[in-house]
C-alpha cells in the first residue's frame, strides 16, 4: 500500500503500470494533464517511468512530489513546476496571442516571435543566440527539487534518457543516479542550449535517441503494462513544400525516428517471445507478457505547428493541461478496465511488413488492435 510518505508498494486492489513519457517542448504540458488525472485514481500503481526532454522533467518532478508526499505531492509539484515555467520572463519571447493556437484551425498562421526565433536557430549556434548560456529551467529544477533527497528515497524506477554527442548513443540516468546535470541534459536542445558537461562528457536531449526509452521499462520492472503517454501526431497529411515547412518537418521525423524503431524491435522481440513455449530471464517473460496503451490527442495536437514547442505562455500551457486531463479521463472510462488483460495500444503496425498499411488507418488501428488492410 501506499504510506503517509509516499512510498508506493503492491496492493491488491491497485492495477501496477509503467509510464514511458514522450519529449516536445511546451507540449508536455499535455503530458501534465494526463499524469495529474491518472494520479487521482487510487486504482494506478505506479512503478516505474521513463521519459525524454519534457517527459524527463515530467516523470522527475512527479517522482520527487510522490516520494515527499504521495499522490498529492506528486500533483502539486507537476503544477508548480508547469506554472513556474509559463511565468518564466525568459520564456516567454514570443507573443502572447499565440496561446490562442491551441483551439485555432490548423491554418493558423505561426507568429512572427516564433518563426524568428526558429530560423536564428538554424543560423547561430547556442553561443551566439544565448552567450551567457541562460537557462531558466536550472533555476526552476534547483528550487523545486532536492537531488540528494530523490536519490536516497525515491521508490519509482526512473530511466531519463540523454544522447552523449561524442558517440551519438543513448545513456539512461537511473533513480540513483540523477543529478540536476543529467535532468538538463535531457531537455538540452543542441540548437538552443550549449551541451551539459557531466564528468567530461558532453550530453544533448535525449529526444534524439530515445523518446521515450521502452526496454529499460520491460527489462527492469515487474509491472506488465506499460502506458504511453505521446506528444507526437502519427502522421501529417500533408507534405511540405516550403523551405520552412520541411525543416520543421525534418526536425519531427528527428525526434520519432528513434522512438519508431524502438517500438519496431519491441513488436519483432514480443512477437517471438510469444512463438516460443519456453520463455527464460526477465526480459523474454516481460515481452511475452508484455500489455501496451497509450494516451494521446491526434487530432488536438496536429493542429499544432511544431514551432509551438517553443510557447509557454500560460493560455497555452493550460490548454495542453486541459487537453491532457480529458483524453486521460476518457481512457480510464473506455480502456482501464484492460489494463492487466489485454493490450489496448497494438504494437503490429510497427512490424515491418506491416508497412503498407495506410497512414491514416494507423492510429485506429493501433488502438483497436485491429489488422490493417
Not at 287 to 298: E, G
Amino acid at each position: 500500500m501506499e504510506t503517509a510518505d509516499g512510498v508506493p508498494g503492491r496492493h491488491l486492489n491497485r492495477k501496477p503500470v509503467t509510464f514511458a513519457l514522450q519529449g516536445g517542448g511546451s507540449h508536455g504540458a499535455f503530458t501534465w494533464g494526463v499524469l495529474d488525472r491518472l494520479l487521482e485514481d487510487t486504482r494506478i500503481e505506479i512503478e516505474g517511468i521513463s521519459g525524454a526532454s519534457a517527459g524527463a522533467m515530467n516523470a522527475v518532478v512527479l517522482a520527487h512530489g510522490y516520494t515527499a508526499g504521495g499522490r498529492d505531492g506528486a500533483r502539486r509539484a507537476l503544477q508548480d513546476f508547469w506554472e513556474s515555467v509559463a511565468g518564466k520572463a525568459q520564456f516567454n519571447s514570443v507573443p502572447q496571442d499565440l496561446s490562442a493556437q491551441a483551439s485555432e484551425s490548423p491554418k493558423t498562421d505561426v507568429a512572427a516571435g516564433l518563426e524568428s526565433l526558429y530560423s536564428l536557430m538554424r543560423f547561430f549556434s547556442p553561443r551566439q543566440i544565448n552567450p551567457l548560456d541562460i537557462n531558466p529551467l536550472r533555476d526552476i529544477l534547483e528550487k523545486q527539487i532536492d537531488f540528494e533527497r530523490l536519490r536516497r528515497d525515491c521508490r519509482l524506477d526512473l530511466f531519463i534518457a540523454t544522447t552523449r554527442v561524442s558517440t551519438g548513443m543513448l545513456r539512461l540516468f537511473r533513480t540513483r543516479q540523477l543529478t540536476l546535470e543529467g535532468l538538463l541534459a535531457s531537455a538540452c536542445v543542441p540548437a538552443l542550449h550549449r551541451a551539459i558537461d557531466i564528468d567530461g562528457e558532453a550530453y544533448w536531449d535525449g529526444g534524439l535517441t530515445a523518446n521515450p526509452p521502452i526496454f529499460p521499462l520491460v527489462h527492469h520492472c515487474a509491472a506488465r503494462d506499460l502506458i504511453l503517454v505521446l506528444l507526437q501526431p502519427s502522421h501529417r497529411p500533408d507534405a511540405p513544400t516550403s523551405a520552412g515547412e520541411i525543416r520543421r518537418r525534418l526536425d519531427e521525423i528527428s525526434f520519432s525516428a528513434a522512438f519508431f524503431t524502438e517500438l519496431q524491435g519491441v513488436a519483432l522481440a514480443k512477437r517471438e517471445a510469444e512463438r516460443s513455449a519456453f520463455a527464460f530471464g526477465r526480459l523474454p517473460r516481460g515481452l511475452k507478457n508484455l500489455k501496451t496503451h497509450a494516451i494521446d490527442s491526434q487530432e488536438f495536437m496536429s493542429r499544432l505547428s511544431a514551432i509551438s514547442k517553443l510557447n509557454v505562455h500560460a493560455g497555452f500551457i493550460h490548454a495542453l493541461r486541459d487537453e491532457g486531463r480529458k483524453r486521460a479521463g476518457i481512457w480510464l472510462e473506455e480502456k482501464f478496465d484492460l489494463v492487466g488483460v489485454r493490450s489496448s495500444f497494438s504494437l503490429d503496425r510497427f512490424l515491418p511488413w506491416r508497412a503498407g498499411a495506410r497512414s491514416r488507418d494507423l492510429p485506429r488501428l493501433a488502438l483497436t488492435g485491429q489488422n490493417a488492410p
